[in-house]
């Protein structure tokens, strides 16, 4: 069935340092693929998404390329910042409705 | 401009009682979901609105579960005869419902300690 992987964390890192968080998804067809953000106290917010493979999507910072051929979305930025600290989820909509599947998430934080 | 809000946003009570949440979305928006997150996973899918209608329900739904969302606008997610492992974070999400993909909009999250 439909599911994501992440890379467990959590993820320690120090500010302006790189930043990829491995995703890797199963799915039927080429779906849409999401990153979600979850900061410490607040809901879920949509991060970045892409459509279509071979499509980046950015926000903050942060990218991910859609890549077929290895079915995944990795998520980098190039030097992060104390308040980047939350865990982000990687995630794909199963049906045409949007239900989406998530992956198991992957914590960051970023220390001065 | 109003997001998602949930309702209570932390609830304890013992095994064997029932509790209601809400959920109130976005105005006008026609897609409310509702999903439940436990520690150090993923959201996992519950069940979904399109206006009044509930569409899906997911095999984690079990009995004692049960949703409605009446005239389409706010929703309540009931547990009779809570468990402990209903322990969760219960989260609703609101969506237009247009075009290929349309986003959803969390809200905070009702916690439930079950003890």
């Known amino acids: 069935g439909d599911s994501v992987t992440q890379m467990e964390g959590p993820v320690t890192l120090s500010e302006e340092a790189f930043l990829t968080i491995n995703c890797t998804y199963t799915a039927t067809g080429y779906p849409s693929l999401f990153w979600y953000v979850q900061y410490p106290g607040e809901g879920l917010q949509l991060l970045l998404k892409?459509?279509?493979?071979?499509d980046k999507g950015s926000n903050k910072g942060f990218e991910a390329t859609y890549r077929k051929e290895t079915t995944s979305f990795h998520l980098e930025k190039g030097s992060v910042q104390v308040s980047d600290s939350a865990v982000y989820f990687c995630?794909?909509?199963?049906?045409?409705?949007?239900?989406?599947?998530f992956g198991p998430g992957t914590s960051l934080s970023v220390i001065p | 401009d109003t997001g998602v809000s949930q309702d209570p946003r932390h609830k304890i009570t013992k095994r064997g009682q029932n509790v209601t949440f809400r959920c109130d979305p976005i105005s006008e928006h026609n897609r409310l979901y509702w999903y439940r997150q436990t520690l150090g996973q993923g959201p996992e899918f519950l069940t979904y609105f399109q206006n009044e209608a509930q569409l899906e329900k997911s095999r984690l739904l079990s009995d004692r579960f049960s949703a409605e969302r009446p005239k389409g606008s706010f929703s309540t997610l009931e547990i009779q005869r809570t468990e402990q492992g209903d322990s969760a974070m219960y989260l609703c999400?609101?969506?237009?419902?247009?075009?290929?993909?349309?986003?959803?909009?969390f809200g905070p999250g009702t916690r439930l300690t079950v003890t």
């Open positions: 995630a794909h909509p199963k049906t045409s409705y949007d239900k989406v599947i």
């Open positions: 999400a609101s969506s237009p419902g247009q075009g290929a993909f349309s986003e959803q909009y």
């Open positions: 892409a459509t279509k493979a071979d």
